[in-house]
């Protein structure tokens, strides 16, 4: 419902007081919306509304169209990286569900200028400005990034849209610009682990859940100490009681970081209870739409989806509806699902470009049973739960037994 009452022309962050398009919600829940709903006309749309809204010098503003003019006091709402980034992450996202990289190559030159601005912005590679994790968690009133150093959030987010870049300048074939920002990405990681890692400690930042799971999740941490600062991410979520602490940014971070590294049991820990802060706990409270605020009780808006981050896990991990790494479009699938806690069942599907694909589970008396729909002309190769094999099907609807 929150989705649905924000998509509005552009996607809102809350249908009854700003109206506005905040862009950081475009990517952060990206997969997830696209999971839902058909995007190919809405997204390219968006992306025009940004390439509209660019500055002359490069600058992406948060909100898209630019009703808002942010003054100097409020200048952190201006042009907030992670939010900007959205110009560049999205188009892969819909290259990746559609398999359409028109987007990239419509856009190429528009990704670079809000790069090359960001690099003028930058001190020694550190990008300083913006709203950090915004809405993070914790015993106060939740604004502005109070668990993770901004600077932290957004020279993490200035090195992925650089990796982003490189790879739609290797897909252009401009070889040029491919070492230019190959080179740019590696100064940018050196300077990040120069002033936020503690390697004695095997830390980044303040050592909160989204300084760790950020660069864990873009992976820019060095292969010897990743399974440390994953063990370190696993431990602060423990020591918080198995409850989460970031906010609209670092959610996907954190939760994707939980899902890649096969910690979907944590994942679902961390939500199904009913205490702050979590989903559960607005759903007591009588939410019927995702709240501003992880906390309800704390007031802002009842009515925001940049929260709705769990949506992908649900798709991804859950159901564990993929698309094959190196194959975009959807058009070779894979099913992977995961699952955890005391669930019984899971029953999801998405529209593809092609049709439909369904993925119904069940456990019962030590009996996992899967039943599978794949659209005409469609491949999927199917992994049951603690198989490495997969089963390999073309359109139709299997049922597997383990």
């Known amino acids: 419902k929150a989705v649905r009452s924000n998509m509005q022309s552009v996607f809102t962050d809350c249908p009854h007081r700003e109206k506005l398009g905040w862009l950081e919600q475009d990517h952060l829940c990206g997969p997830g919306l696209l999971y839902n709903y058909d995007l190919t006309g809405f997204v390219p749309q968006t992306l025009q509304n940004i390439a509209d809204a660019q500055h002359a010098n490069g600058a992406v503003p948060t909100t898209a169209p630019e009703y808002v003019v942010f003054e100097s006091d409020l200048s952190d709402f201006a042009e907030s990286p992670e939010w900007g980034c959205t110009f560049v992450v999205l188009p892969f996202m819909y290259y990746d569900t559609y398999g359409d990289d028109s987007l990239i190559r419509k856009y190429y030159n528009g990704m670079r200028r ?53 790879e739609a300048a290797r897909m252009l074939d401009n070889k040029y610009d491919v070492a230019y920002y190959t080179h740019l990405g590696e100064e940018i990681n050196k300077a990040f682990h120069r002033e936020f890692y503690h390697k004695d400690t095997r830390q980044y930042g303040t050592g909160s859940q989204c300084s760790n799971a950020l660069p864990l999740f873009l992976g820019m941490v060095p292969a010897d100490d990743r399974q440390a600062v994953l063990d370190n991410l696993v431990a602060d979520i423990k020591r918080h009681g198995n409850r989460l602490t970031t906010g609209d940014v670092g959610n996907r971070y954190l939760f994707q970081t939980l899902a890649r590294n096969g910690l979907n049991e944590l994942m679902y820990t961390m939500h199904n209870h009913e205490e702050a802060p979590g989903y559960g706990f607005q759903l007591k409270f009588g939410a019927t739409t995702l709240t501003e605020q992880w906390d309800p009780r704390q007031g802002s808006s009842w009515n925001h989806f940049m929260m709705g981050q769990i949506d992908e896990w649900f798709f991804n991990s859950l159901a564990g509806i993929r698309t094959v790494e190196g194959k975009p479009g959807m058009k070779e699938i894979e099913i992977r699902p995961r699952p955890v806690g005391d669930l019984t069942y899971v029953r999801a599907s998405t529209e593809t470009l092609y049709g439909k694909v369904a993925v119904d589970w069940t456990r019962k008396n030590g009996v996992f049973t899967l039943k599978v729909t794949i659209p005409v002309g469609c491949t999927a190769r199917v992994f049951l739960p603690d198989e490495k094999e997969p089963k390999i099907v073309e359109s139709g609807t299997y049922t597997f037994k383990k």
Do not use: C, E, K
């Open 114 to 166: 809000y790069i090359d601005y960001l690099t003028t912005r930058a001190d020694n590679g550190i990008v300083s400005f913006g709203l950090g994790d915004w809405y993070d968690y914790g015993d106060f009133r939740a604004g502005f990034s109070r668990n993770t150093p901004v600077p932290l959030v957004a020279t993490a987010h200035y090195y992925m849209v650089v990796r982003y870049l490189t």
